[in-house]
């Protein structure tokens, strides 16, 4: 199982990232049938939902803390999904998590929906 998460790094508060998860075609032929979703989880917190999209993609969900700032996208064809981050605050520097739903598609706000999980990818926002 293969799930790579890239993107993170140092942004100043009111800056934007974008962050990638590419599945590999060989782990996962059938990523359109899949729905993804972000995580995330800062220094002694929980591991908290960011935003799902459904297999469709016609269907997304957003934590409230990121809505309106946060657009969570996918490209079948590259099997990838996608978190265009925008005016980004001190609050939201954590590793990011991507992950496959497998089983129902839907891009769930709740963890254990999930199948299989990337690496993480850091995102720190300077103040």
């Known amino acids: 199982v293969q799930l790579q998460a890239s993107g993170g790094g140092l942004v100043q508060a009111g800056g934007s990232l974008r962050l990638s998860c590419t599945t590999s075609e060989r782990t996962f032929s059938t990523f359109s049938s899949f729905g993804m979703g972000w995580f995330r989880q800062a220094p002694g917190k929980e591991r908290e939902f960011v935003a799902g999209?459904?297999?469709?993609?016609?269907?997304?969900n957003y934590a409230d803390s990121v809505k309106g700032r946060f657009t969570i996208s996918r490209d079948d064809a590259e099997n990838t999904v996608y978190l265009q981050m925008n005016s980004l605050k001190p609050e939201d520097t954590a590793v990011y998590y991507c992950a496959v739903d497998r089983d129902l598609g839907v891009g769930g706000d709740n963890w254990y929906e999930y199948d299989y999980w990337g690496q993480g990818t850091l995102v720190t926002v300077s103040s």
């Open positions: 999209i459904s297999w469709s993609g016609d269907r997304t």
